[in-house]
């Protein structure tokens, strides 16, 4: 059985930085591309980075670009999502998701249980 | 502003049929496929169409998509109530290096 399976609930002061993660399991970590979406508060799916366990191979979106960092760890079969410098804007519940074959198919056919993430002086 | 444009809201009585709507552009609708996602209040999205008009094993038939040009549809025959939920479209788009957008949801309130 294909599972996601994120790290729990965060809360953090503005400026701090933060790592969040998500262990892939049930499949061949490296043969899919693994990314994040984020939900902000009451408000619609952002997407914002997709990797490639295989390679290291990374899209990022343009609103999200610079603003974190996605990475994969292929031994431990996790992805990552960092923050060097927290903002209250980045308050928001952050969903990992397993893409579907290739990329420009947009299928997320796996969805982790969410990580949210509090930023909060 | 997201890139695909939805209708924020759509309603419908049980048995209905109910379709939302998801405008893009050539850079994205136009060019690849679309995909719906379903998110039941409280917890992570599904998907629930893939690739204009397909549907992941454990998806019933009355729900369907398609998609002409640039814009593309998801149709729920025989509303129930336990479909009210947001509907999200996605695809991907080539502009910049690629990346992926979101259509803002459509909140699905059966009557």
């Known amino acids: 059985e294909v599972q996601l399976v994120q790290s729990g609930a965060e809360v953090k002061k503005p400026g701090e930085s933060l790592k969040i993660s998500c262990k892939g399991s049930?499949?061949?970590?490296?043969?899919?591309?693994i990314g994040w979406v984020r939900q902000m508060p009451g408000k619609g799916l952002e997407w914002m980075a997709i990797?490639?366990?295989?390679?290291?191979?990374?899209r990022y979106s343009p609103s999200f670009q610079g603003q974190v960092t996605i990475s994969v760890d292929k031994f431990i079969n996790t992805a990552h999502l960092q923050w060097s410098s927290l903002k209250a804007s980045d308050t928001a519940m952050y969903y990992c998701?397993?893409?579907?074959?290739?990329?420009?198919?947009?299928?997320?056919?796996?969805w982790g249980q969410g990580t949210l993430v509090t930023v909060s002086s | 502003q997201s890139v695909l444009t939805q209708p924020p809201s759509a309603s419908g009585t049980p048995g209905q049929r109910v379709t939302i709507s998801c405008s893009g552009s050539?850079?994205?609708?136009?060019?690849?496929?679309v995909n719906w996602y379903r998110q039941l209040p409280g917890m992570a999205p599904k998907l629930l169409i893939y690739?204009?008009?397909q549907r992941p094993s454990g998806v019933p038939a009355r729900f369907s998509g398609s998609k002409s040009g640039t814009s593309a549809s998801l149709a729920i025959s025989g509303l129930q109530s336990e479909d009210e939920a947001d509907y999200y479209c996605?695809?991907?788009?080539?502009?910049?290096?690629?990346?992926?957008?979101f259509g803002g949801g459509t909140k699905l309130t059966v009557l």
């Open positions: 690739r204009n008009n």
């Open positions: 996605a695809a991907w788009d080539d502009s910049l290096n690629g990346f992926c957008v």
């Open positions: 049930g499949y061949s970590f490296v043969s899919y591309w």
């Open positions: 050539s850079s994205n609708i136009g060019s690849f496929p």
């Open positions: 998701v397993r893409v579907g074959i290739i990329p420009a198919d947009g299928v997320y056919d796996y």
């Open positions: 990797i490639y366990p295989g390679d290291s191979d990374t």
